[in-house]
């Protein structure tokens, strides 16, 4: 590097067209090679590899984690993650794009509504990797002075994979735990489900799901699973419930919310401005053989369902947010929530847990018991999962806390930054030690 | 050296700047009116997570009320009813000293006005008179309503028809002494004019005459408390980008009121406990302890103004204290030591100091001959390593009593920030060929700037604060922490060489077209630096957020700020390997480096702008869009046709010679 | 999480065909660790404008043990009087509850307490609901339903409602309470521990009240410093049994001290004999005891407090540090 830049020199207007001329390694001529490059796929490789895209593509990505930063203003972090950098295209609005982040859709309505089409994360990431790709096939040298190269480029790459393979598999649900009680499943914010709910015994439920993907607003769900027929008249990804007015007539005939209607709100803005998370809601309309049983309002915010009875059983009904039973069982003994003397600042949440395997393999539990205590910076690693401590369980009437919530993460690809980082630290120290005593050497 | 004018001006220079960093490392004594305030200041109370200085409390309260930390009496003592002891009017007083007048506020007779809380002026019973001034203390009034009380309850009971007449009088003393009671134990000092109220609409808002310093009293306050509460639950109810201006200022007050609201004798967790694990008690809770008697006649020494009463006193409590706790005690007068001899704050005069001496040292190109470039770059060289060890030491020191890596909160950064810059450019000084003094001027400016930020970040709250339970950890705070904050360092150092090269290569003669090469060089390796730093930084914060949320990364604006860093020097590097941009292009990139980082560095922060943010951080939106104007503008100068760069006019090239063989550069006679 | 991985890598897989992913429905049986039976006993009245609720709730055996107790507690509150058992332990009130009781059993502890509720139209039902939903059960949604679950009975001229519900809950046994009364104490013989009935209100505990007889009762607090002095309690008690200002005057110079375990303790005698019957006799104790004072109180008509006189200047004499 340093000795190309030795080459260069002060000028005016615009520089030539480098690319090829002072990157490209002089390559021996051989037939092979030249054979090579007379295909087209060279040719396609050469537009592709161009460091001058590379730069195109850093500055589009510049671009894009700036305005996907400032659209943090108006969304939360999942809804931004989702259009911005796990998409192909994102539209993005003029006041994002003219840094305007707090301009209000009333004063402003021109910067809220018009969006340009932009590339996305995966777009650009792809395109990224296509560029490093080619990049190497066609241009770099495969030389010792060259391995610091090789290995920074290889470490982003694994770096961006893992990213793409977090993206797509990724998962991640909160386990809430009072003290002294147990809790084996996961509740997932960001998706809904409708459930119907038989009592068996008093350790035993019955559970019929019909998952989010099936409750669009007009389709009728019907199965011999179910005990009756749903039909979603309304599904809102975000609302909230008020309460008539004396004069208002609701559109709820039957369910405890017979005196609420439904409120669409903007996805992603929230009720709750601090977290920004949805709250679905649905009208919902229950019937058996072409005969209504009621017409039901659900809200994933409450926490009681409604109740139906349909052949002399009983079912609760709700929608509610996404879960996931675990085949083990986490038991809390013990949660602390320290804060630092007279101050309200905390010190340390912790929660003293034992896990129980129970899957059953070849006819009997796994049966693992382990015992950990699960605290900030100090997470609990078992069987592909892990467990963060995330926030608590306050007491409604004293404030103080009386449960934990965990947070539970499976990703398969949870180790590529550790590779990626590894690789392309070393990378650049050995490229940089390289060009420093290079650069030492020639001042001496 | 030159001649014997570099070795003079070398030495005054040196001389000049010892001389300052003596006067500020050597314990300084109090102001020369007898009363040792500095030795009160090291009692310990135990406030927000820790135990501190009484002083450092002082300090924060009044700094984050009146953004100043000491206090101006701008009234008569005698007529609002002011300690003995207090300052003359129109003196300033240490904070200490200030925090003394509100701790004894409720010994001291206090006026009432009659219009102000109640119809009915107090009874003469009660203290008060015709003229509306009360000459009892908080306590005697609460003692002679309670004695109305009594008496009333006496009455009631009684059938004693001369004892049942005085009934309606005494009902009516006792509700409006209550009342009295109750506006005065909740508030102390009234008087004092201590909250800082600069915006004009806020002022209007509560009818308050602009004045200098605009320090207004809670009395003053009062009459809109009212109409003040409502704005405040207004804006509560939005968005915090959608209140307005009114409703965030009014948010921003009412955390300070209710700060002063606190600062009583009764409040304050003074006195530790046997058992070391359990919290400190307020004065009123301990049992069987000498320090509660002790620190009242402290406090009454003060009121009558007997000075050697107060002296003896406070040393007699420092004493006691001293061998309950004296591990304590130890850093409290370490603490003492640093908010008192203030490294940081005097800093700030010394860096212009050593930024003067490196822009003299310019004047020399125009005189070859006489050794001034040699004279003065050499003096603000060493100067600027006096300064440097300075800052070094606040900063061990600071280190030291928190217990903690150098950067724990935004302040920290500033301070370190400043810290590395200066390192570094004495490091790029350093290099034989780059001795043009820029790096001294880079080093000073850059000092400069991040010590006045920490000031008024200083303003805000306890710098040495207890961290989040989320950030308690040593390890990362070490390795990710300090590393991205290096990265920000090398990033504004390579920003600053930048504009450095622009200005001197479009406005003077001074490096020709081979200093210009030199000169981009170095700005490269600083870039080449900042992209290790920065990758390395953000990567460790990967890690951390993995370790601690379950996500390498999460696209949140403190994680996109330090992404936007590295692709920033990645599109640098690349657009230089790629020929797209050359010397020229590379510092005109750089100088726009220095908005990315501080964009990373505080505008993520702004975002959330009315949840966490007072003072400085609402008005460091308006400074950083400034910054980011200004380093747009030399940008713009930057792609100026080269043509119009003096630098680079022909003929003009004979300004400074190559480097010589010695490594040193120097001015050739024309 | 199974069902979590082969669904992304549906989604993985839909997104390379380029089709909608379509999930099934399912059927589960689901484990709740923390459910078992409970039955929850509780009584409703209404006291002027607002109502109370006195309910008991734990695991089914257990609280069926202790319904009878519950009952009695019920119809003495209801009666103005409010003894409990012995064995209970009443615990501070909160911004919504009154009191508590943490009642110990071999099998448990289970609680009692005691709240003010709204009054509005339906307010049965919706307090009915609100524990139907804690115990899994459906809500009251016909006047069927509102009876299989609701007696009413009549006591003491209140209309009472009974409710008692059975089903599975995830309640949390109580924690034993530390010692709200911080005095260890001998109880004589025929006290009995008493909650404040006449005052419906939440009520602050450290405090003991005691009904020696229908009529006489031992009612004990405490506040922090001097409690006001003497004078001003004096004062206080004499209004109690409407007695003036001379002969209170009078009742001050008459104070004599009791030696106490925990300390000396200042005694006032109070006799109103312009009250022919009733209340008219009250005895005050002021005990000062760790920068706090304790007032001890017995009164009732006066020969009553006469013939228990000894057996309270007992208990105060033998208080002792908890």
Known sequence: MISRMDQTAIQSGPPKETHFTATAPERSATTWSKAWQETWLYKVLRVLASLRLTVVLFALSFLLVYWGTLAQVDFGINTVMDRYFRSFVVKIPLKFIVSAPWADEEKWPLLNQIRLPYPGGWLLGSLLMTNLFSAHIIRFKRHWTQAGIWMIHTGIAIMMIGEFFTGMYASEGQMSILEGKSANFLQHHHATEFVFIETLSAEKDRVIVVPQSKLRTGSTIQSSELPCDVTVDLYAVNAKLMTLKNTERGWATAGMNRNQKLEVLPEGSGVDSSSKIDFPAAQIILSRDGKELGRYLFWSVLENPDWITIDGKKYQIALRFQRTVCDYVIHLDKFTHKKHPHSEKAFDFRSEIRLEDRKVEGGKERGDHREAAIYMNHPMRYNGETFYQSSTIPDGDTGRSIGTVLQVVRNPAWTFPYWSCTIAGLGMLFHFWLNLSRFIKRSA | MKTKFSWYLMIAAVAVTAASILYVVVPRGDRADGWHWQAFGKIPVQHDGRVKPIDTLARVSLASMSRKQTYNNIDDPEEFGLAKAATPQGKSQPAVQWMLDVLTASQRPFRNRADEHTKNPLPEELGGNEKGTIRVTQKELEGLVEKAQEHLELARASTNPELRKEIPDLEKYVEVGNMAVKVYRFIPNLDQKVIYIVDEELRDACQLPARPGFRYSYRELRPSLGRLIGVAQEGNKKDSHKRTELEKKALELFPNLKRFEQLTADNLPLIPPEDQTKLWVRPQQAEGSQLPGLFQEILNAYTVGDKDAFNAKVDQYLSAIRELRPADMKTIGLESYLSNSAPFFWGLPLYVFVFLLAAGSWLGFAFPKSGLFEGLNRGAYWSLVGVFVLHTFGLLLRMYLQGRPPVTNLYASAIFIGWGCVGLCLILEAIPFFRYSIALAAGSILGFSTLFIAYYLGLDSDTIDKLQAVLDTQLWLWTHVTCITIGYTTMFVAGLLGVGYILTGVFTTALNREGLKLFSKVIYGVICFAMFLSFVGTVLGGIWADQSWGRFWGWDPKENGALLIVIWVSIILHARWAGMIRERGLAVLAVFGNVVTAWSWFGTNLLGVGLHSYGFMAGAFFWLIGFGVSQLLIMGIGCLPLELWRGLQPGRETMLRKPSGRGQLEPVSS | ?322
Request: with cysteine; glycine share 8%.
């Open chain 3, 1 to 322: 999480m199974v069902v979590h991985r082969w669904r992304s890598g549906l989604l993985l897989l839909c997104l390379l065909a380029g089709c909608n992913r379509d999930e099934p429905i399912a059927v589960y049986e689901t484990t709740h660790l923390n459910r078992r039976e409970e039955r929850l006993i509780a009584a409703i009245f209404k006291q002027g404008e607002s109502g109370i609720a006195i309910k008991m709730s734990g695991p089914n055996a257990v609280v069926q043990r202790h319904a009878q107790e519950l009952r009695d507690f019920v119809e003495s509150v209801a009666e103005l009087q409010g003894v409990y058992p012995k064995t209970w332990i009443q615990e501070g009130a909160t911004e919504f509850r009154m009191a508590n009781f943490f009642i110990d059993d071999p099998d448990g502890p289970i609680s009692c307490n005691i709240a003010q509720i709204p009054t509005k139209p339906g307010f049965l039902e919706m307090n009915i609901d609100r524990w139907a939903s804690k115990l899994t059960l459906p809500p009251v949604q016909t006047p069927a339903d509102l009876n299989a679950v609701a007696k009413r009975t009549e006591l003491h001229g209140r209309d009472v409602h009974f409710v008692e519900l059975v089903g599975y809950g995830e309640g949390k046994n109580p924690t034993k309470p530390s010692p709200s009364f911080p005095l260890k104490d001998t109880i004589p013989e025929g006290w009995q521990p008493k909650f404040n009935a006449l005052k419906l209100s939440p009520q602050i505990v450290p405090s003991r009240m005691f009904s020696v007889t229908p009529e006489t009762e031992v009612f004990i607090s405490k506040l922090e410093g001097d409690g006001g002095g003497l004078t001003k309690n004096v004062v206080r008690w004499g209004g109690q049994i409407a007695l003036s200002g001379q002969a209170l005057l009078a009742a001050e110079k008459n104070v004599r001290t009791l030696k106490a375990d925990l300390g000396a303790a200042q005694v006032v005698d109070l006799f109103n004999p312009l009250r022919k019957t009733g209340m008219n006799r009250l005895v005050g104790v002021l005990l000062p005891h760790q920068g706090s004072t304790w007032f001890l109180v017995l009164k009732g008509p006066a020969d009553e407090v006469q013939e228990h006189l000894a057996e309270f200047e007992t208990y105060v004499k033998t208080l002792k540090r908890g």
